[in-house]
Structure formats: C-alpha cells, structure tokens
C-alpha cells in the first residue's frame, strides 16, 4: 500500500522533471546569451503585419456590433 504511493510519487517526480526540462534549457540559454534567446529582433509592434491589421479590424468590427446593442 505505502509502497504504491511511494512508486507513484516517484514516478510523478520523473515525469514532472521530463515535463519541465524543455523549460529550464530555455531559462538557461536566455540568461546566457544576455536577455536575447532570439538574437537581435524588432520589439513587438514595430513590424506590419497583415494578420495583426486583420485582428484589429475584426476586434473594431466586434466593438462597433457590441456598441450598437
């Protein structure tokens, strides 16, 4: 009984550990290369974009409909 608890717990923790690996290489290499995990890149919002022109218009749109109820 105590022994499947302990079994399932460890188990738990090695698939936890699997899980959060790919995360904790990706915190490592963005302190490691200084804050740019990318290298040089524009900020957010300096780039056009036919998909972000399209979402706000689909968002003005749903504004519009919402204020005329």
Known sequence: MIGDLIEIGIAMWIIACLA????????????????????????????DSKVLDLAEQAIHA???LIAKK
Do not use: N, R, V
């Open 62 to 64: 749903i504004k519009g």
């Open 20 to 47: 959060f690996a790919p995360l904790g290489y990706f915190i490592y290499m963005y302190t490691m290369k200084s804050g740019e995990p990318f290298g040089d890149i524009e900020p957010h919002g300096d780039s």
